[in-house]
């Protein structure tokens, strides 16, 4: 049963505040355990058993081929070259959200009130004045004191225009607040979140750098530049705005097939944007309009999106059960999940790529394929299954016409608002359901408008409305409602779920994610098969789920394969995930070897941001380049102060280096700054129980489950050191809460069973190994 064991510690790079950004970071707790097992830090944790398993063939997958790229490489060129061919386009794109992303601050693109106008938020003042002909902002900076700073550039035109603040070192900062285009007032982004000069939120901190965060999805040819020795940018782009480079690609060898009527392929574009299989148009704007990690500085045309890029799961901070959006994801993750999608549908089939409005006014876009006919009128797109209605009557959507609920969207696309009055819509195409949303904890486009009593009333005329639907397959969501809340039958479930040959590959990788708490012989094999699947997001994910069950050196014979896959983002999963094996490779060696030093360049290329930092430490730790460790991983506090798990990390470091008055000394500094760190408080209890003193440890311990409850490992640590200073009762206690919390938590259930053994309660542990068993039976912890 689970001791102090000599592990790793996990930071919980999740613990910080969410912040709004198309940016989410590759720093998981597997990442971590990875590249720290060697330093011999302590963790209270418990480990899945084995599971005897033969590896399938692994064959490379068949991915979808980018076209043949000209003969020499594109280059960019002035845009103002395009209008001469291509009128029409140009006078859609003209006006667009897309040309106006973002603008040089002047009188001409400046919208908001700045005669000398005034905000007060609710710890922060602000005054926005006009001075010659610049735009100013007087509020708080960094330090905390009002200064006064000049507005560079203004971003996006509605509902809401930003502004972005030049402060030296080439940075640009996004101003928390914002103007709204509509009431014509100021406005902050994070209300009710007590935001100041020492909040991560504050517009002054790395998570508001607009280098980083925001500019390359609002101009074109955008590189970062970030020089690491002098901690600068040297940002640079060839426009501002989206414009058609951006999507299209360099245009240098266009205008030459343009003027030579060359032979050159694909008209001289690296991408073609109208090839059949839609998966091209759609990684394409994936590149704007998903939750993403940068895979380095830009993105190449034509590359496949995971080449440059790492998109989020469908994970619960994420998305709802039934895959909505939940936190500010974008588009693609939800489109991903559709019918529409896997008939062939693509972005530009509704929305007009070039003015960024719909292709047809109210329902129209949708009639397309959605219509009396059952047929479908749009090129390239799978019509079988369609049905022959009408679809635009009450008949149909049961509200009067023109009213709210007579527009397809409102029922089918139900939104939210982000960054406080932008609305945006749903993608995944879902049909509303009241009584299982109730039942899932779901969004519901019927419970959203109808809510309170009506809610319940609803329910009831919907139920009459729609007949039950004949017995079919279960369906994603209450599966994964069942996989996660840690119900009966949860691991079955979730094993028929990757079975099927029709689960959306954005919900296969998901469900990946999810085998690490239902281990068995049969989850691993699934893990296993999908390591070979077409899509790069699965395969990925498969990754991870095979090494979160076996030892490193049983992961060799699986992972090498994928050293050489055609997709960097599987290449370096696979690399990183063989980092403890690194010198039992034999021939995959040299392959290992490019991969790692490629997942190395990336984290190199994102050498802005603390959590890139930390990777490399790690990275240089368990690759013995150990003198390299500490200098990484003050680099990563001095990116970003707030980053607490590469301060946890360093403190960590001084200890196993013989230094332990220097981290003593840090964390003691660190936990006077910050005493509600949840982080810091259990790093502070573990170093003290590591040092003997378990008494003084469990203040630290409870304050850290106290502050941060939601956190399985805090409330897992407390209890094993409450049950090894022999108090046992109060450790069942802790355990018991943690699991009325988190059901499917796997370790808190093997201990507190133990415990009730130990303790002479075996009825009670007998009745949680009963629920296990109905959890999960195939797990090997049972046998």
């Known amino acids: ?57 692994v064959t490379p997958a068949p991915v979808v081929k980018a076209p043949p790229a000209p003969a020499s490489p594109a280059t960019l060129v002035d845009e103002q070259q395009c209008q001469g061919c291509h009128a029409e386009q140009v006078k859609d794109w003209k006006g667009s959200h897309h040309q106006l992303a973002m603008q040089a601050a002047n009188a001409e693109t400046v919208l908001a009130n700045f005669n000398n106008s005034s905000f007060k938020g609710e710890n922060e003042s602000t005054r926005f004045f006009r001075k010659d002909d610049s735009f100013w902002v007087n509020t708080a900076g960094a330090d905390g004191k009002n200064a006064d700073f000049k507005v560079a550039y203004t971003f996006g035109v509605a509902p809401l225009q930003q502004y972005l603040i030049e402060v030296g070192e080439g940075r640009l900062q996004a101003l928390g607040i914002a103007w709204d285009t509509r009431k014509n007032q100021w406005f902050h982004l994070y209300p009710g979140q007590g935001v100041n000069f020492k909040n991560p939120l504050h517009w002054s901190k790395p998570n508001q750098n607009a280098n980083f965060m925001c500019v390359e999805c609002h101009t074109t040819g955008y590189t970062r530049n970030f020089d690491a020795a002098s901690n600068t940018f040297a940002s640079q782009w060839n426009s501002l705005g989206v414009g058609c480079q951006a999507c299209h690609g360099p245009a240098s060898n266009h205008l030459e097939w343009a003027a030579k009527k060359s032979d050159l392929i694909h008209s001289g574009f690296a991408v073609d944007l109208k090839d059949k299989n839609a998966t091209t148009e759609i990684e394409t704007c994936a590149r704007c309009h998903a939750r993403r990690a940068p895979l380095g500085d830009g993105y190449t045309a034509g590359k496949r999106l995971m080449d440059d890029y790492l998109p989020s799961l469908l994970t619960r901070e994420l998305y709802a059960l039934d895959g909505k959006i939940k936190d500010e994801v974008f588009e693609h993750g939800s489109f991903l999940q559709s019918k529409m999608f896997d008939k062939g549908v693509r972005c530009s089939n509704c929305h007009n790529p070039h003015s960024t409005e719909l292709k047809a006014p109210g329902n129209g876009v949708c009639l397309q394929c959605h219509n009396t006919a059952g047929k479908t009128a749009v090129e390239g797109v799978d019509g079988e299954g369609l049905q022959a209605k009408h679809y635009d009557s009450p008949e149909h959507h049961r509200h009067v016409a023109g009213q709210p609920g007579s527009q397809c969207v409102d029922c089918h696309m139900p939104g939210k608002f982000y960054m406080g009055n932008d609305f945006r819509h749903d993608h995944s195409f879902s049909i509303p359901n009241p009584e299982r949303a109730k039942k899932l904890g779901t969004p519901d486009a019927c419970l959203t408008c109808h809510q309170g009593k009506a809610g319940d009333k609803v329910t009831e005329q919907f139920n009459l409305w729609n007949a039950s639907p004949a017995a079919q397959a279960p369906r994603y969501d209450e599966s994964l409602w069942l996989i996660r809340t840690g119900q009966p039958g949860a691991a079955q479930a ?81 690399a990183r995930d063989l980092l403890s094996a690194a010198n039992g490779l034999g021939p995959a060696q040299t392959r290992w070897n490019a991969a790692i030093g490629e997942y190395e360049a990336v984290q190199l290329s994102l050498a802005e941001r603390a959590e890139a930092n930390l990777n490399l430490a790690m990275l240089y730790q368990a690759s013995g380049r150990s003198a390299e460790v500490e200098p990484m991983l003050r680099a990563a506090i001095h990116r970003d102060p707030d980053f607490f798990p590469a301060l946890v990390t360093l403190v960590q470091w001084l200890e196993a280096t013989g230094r332990s008055t220097e981290a003593q000394a840090l964390m003691a500094k660190s936990l006077k700054e910050h005493p509600d760190a949840a982080l810091l408080q259990h790093t502070q209890g573990l170093a003290l129980i590591r040092a003997g003193n378990t008494a003084q440890a469990m203040p630290a311990l409870r304050n850290a489950a106290r502050l941060e409850p939601q956190n399985a ?71």
């Open 1 to 57: 049963m689970p001791k102090y064991k000599n592990k790793a510690v996990n930071p919980n790079p999740d613990s910080r505040p969410t912040f709004i950004s198309r940016y989410v970071f590759p720093v998981t707790a597997a990442l971590l355990l990875v590249a720290m097992a060697g330093l011999g830090w302590f963790i209270y944790a418990s480990q899945p058993a084995p599971v005897a398993y033969v590896p399938p063939s």
């Open 494 to 574: 979730l094993y028929d779920q990757l079975q099927r040959s029709n689960l959306p590959a954005i919900q296969r990788a998901t469900l990946l994610a999810e085998l690490m708490l239902y281990p068995s012989e049969q989850a691993l094999k699934l893990a296993g098969k999908d390591l070979s699947n077409a899509d790069p997001q699965v395969r990925e994910s498969a990754i991870h789920a095979v090494s979160a069950f076996l030892p490193p050196a049983e992961r060799v014979s699986l992972l090498t394969p994928l050293l050489s896959d055609p997709v960097k983002a599987i290449r370096i999963a696979a």
């Open 713 to 783: 490992q805090y409330g897992y640590v407390l209890a094993v050191a409450l049950h090894d200073s022999g108090k046992i009762d109060e450790a069942c206690e802790q355990l018991e809460k943690l699991i009325k919390l988190q059901p499917a938590n796997r370790n808190a259930r093997l201990s507190l069973i133990q415990y009730y053994l130990d303790n002479g309660q075996e009825p009670k542990a007998q009745v949680l190994l009963q629920g296990w068993k109905k959890l999960n039976p195939g797990d090997p912890a049972l046998k």
